[in-house]
């Protein structure tokens, strides 16, 4: 356990990191401010508390109690998504809604309140939370439910980890016949193509998204590949290789720059041959493909990587899109999994849960100094002008006023705030 976040900036200078094991115990004894960390898959600096302590919460592991039947799971919050998987799936279960790793604990993804690819039909992960407890740092506990301490439960949801410590959960699961999807990959040459798309195949697929090449320019902007999917029927498909590439040391320099973003996604946007791809493929290769590569952050060198997430409204996302895509090729900088899709209308009890309605794009972007900043800075003077927001959970440079603007609702949080709980990041954009 390091104490960074995924996207290594910032890098913190001291951060005490106390180990958390008994959910029946009081908090570790802690100086100043503390902030409850997960598997550190935050990017920016949620998850980080600089000059404080972080409490350590992965030896929070254990399954308490599991419903076949009803699919119903009470679990600690140090539990990892792809440990649930592992339990469940074998037994015709799923988690209803996932984000871009399994590298997550249950208490970060309620912390955040993740989205997935199915937010149009399954909303947020708090939607299948039928609660969870909450410690303070008084010792107090209060068990936080839509319907018990429902107040309590929206300031939890997507709070940052700012209230208190979750230490045990309770999720519903979604039925499925195995561990297989029905995909479909379509190749699209333009930000109307990939509308379009994405409104034919909202009612009849439970999974959309998109890898959208953001190093194209002039005819080729917008275009990319386009993949719906549902869970199949039982039967039996490839299954994903066990051997796992891993990145094990960190480079002298980023590996991700302009030549070879551009060369990579020329390649990936070819490598479909035809317009429509059909494949029966395993849940892991499908929602988690840089999961199959360890150490995957340590490609963008020392200095460390920033992603990027906005949500766009309707009525202005393919104008604003295109502008970011512009700003971001003509940069020469971006990443090789730009993820586009489109959020539903299902709105999460989270004050600060950041889906709406609309387009978002996701995207990496190596930390090359004042630059990168910039560019941050110019992305976000589209999507602010465009009624937009970005995602607090990826960020690590959001200047104060913006997430403001962003999320309005933001104090009224300040009432369920823990005292001694704080993060570099609500320092930040609220000091």
Not at 23 to 31: I, Q, V, Y
Not at 136 to 151: F, I, Y
Not at 386 to 405: C, N, Q, S, T, W
């Amino acid at each position: 356990m390091t104490g960074t976040s995924w996207g290594r900036y910032p890098q913190p200078h001291a951060q005490r990191l106390l180990a958390v094991r008994d959910r029946d115990a009081a908090l570790p004894a802690f100086d100043g401010t503390a902030l409850p960390h997960g598997n550190g898959r935050s990017y920016g600096d949620v998850c980080l508390n600089d000059g404080g302590t972080l409490l350590c919460t992965r030896g929070l592991d254990r399954f308490i109690a599991f419903d076949a039947q009803q699919g119903v799971l009470r679990c600690e919050a140090g539990v990892l998504l792809g440990e649930i998987l592992d339990l469940v799936v074998s037994q015709g279960w799923f988690l209803p809604v996932t984000p871009g790793t399994k590298y997550v604990t249950v208490g970060g993804a309620i912390a955040n309140d993740v989205h997935g690819k199915n937010h149009h039909v399954a909303g947020c992960f708090s939607e299948h939370v039928n609660g969870f407890e909450l410690l303070r740092s008084d010792g107090s506990r209060r068990w936080c439910s839509t319907t018990e301490n429902a107040d309590w439960f929206a300031a939890t949801v997507a709070g940052l980890g700012l209230t208190g410590l979750i230490t045990w959960a309770e999720l519903r699961l979604q039925r499925v016949r195995g561990p297989w999807l029905n995909s479909e990959t379509h190749r699209f040459e333009s930000l109307a193509e990939f509308f379009a798309l994405s409104t034919a195949s909202e009612r009849d697929y439970e999974y959309t998204v998109a890898w959208i090449d953001c190093a194209a320019r002039g005819n080729a902007a917008g275009r990319g590949h386009f993949i719906r999917a549902n869970h199949a029927p039982a039967g039996d498909g490839p299954r994903p290789s066990k051997r796992r590439l891993a990145v094990p040391l960190t480079p002298p320099l980023s590996l991700i720059n302009g030549l070879s973003l551009r060369a990579f996604n020329a390649l990936y946007y070819h490598r479909l041959r035809g317009r429509v791809q059909h494949a029966l493929t395993h849940y892991e290769p499908y929602f988690y493909p840089l999961d199959a590569i360890g150490g995957w952050n340590r490609l963008y060198g020392p200095r460390g990587f920033l992603q990027y997430q906005c949500v766009l409204p309707p009525t202005q996302a393919e104008a604003a899109l295109t502008e970011l895509l512009a700003r971001i090729a003509a940069s020469g900088s971006g990443s090789f999994l730009a993820v586009l899709k489109v959020f539903g209308e299902r709105k999460s009890a989270g004050i600060l849960s950041f889906p709406r309605p609309g387009a978002t794009l996701a995207l990496d972007f190596p930390n090359n100094g004042p630059a990168t900043f910039a560019l941050l800075d110019a992305l976000d003077d589209v999507v602010a002008a465009a009624g937009g927001a970005v995602y607090a959970a990826k960020d690590a440079r959001l200047a104060g006023a913006r997430f403001r603007d962003y999320f309005p609702a933001w104090n009224t949080l300040q009432p369920y705030l823990d005292p001694r709980f704080s993060s570099g990041f609500w320092r930040r954009v609220t000091e």
